[in-house]
């Protein structure tokens, strides 16, 4: 391989690999609604 497909997959990588860390720290600090209402339906139907 020769230095600019290096540097195109090096780019190509760091954008995917930075863009599933963003969206799994997006979802850590905002998590979905749904988890929300499972634990209240947890707490309403114990066992």
Do not use: C, Q, Y
Not at 13 to 24: P, Q
Not at 26 to 41: F, W
């Amino acid at each position: 391989m020769n230095t600019s497909a290096i540097v195109m997959m090096v780019i190509s990588m760091v954008f995917l690999w930075g863009g599933l860390a963003l969206s799994i720290m997006h979802l850590m600090r905002h998590p979905e609604e749904a988890d929300d209402v499972l634990n209240e339906v947890k707490d309403h139907h114990t066992l």
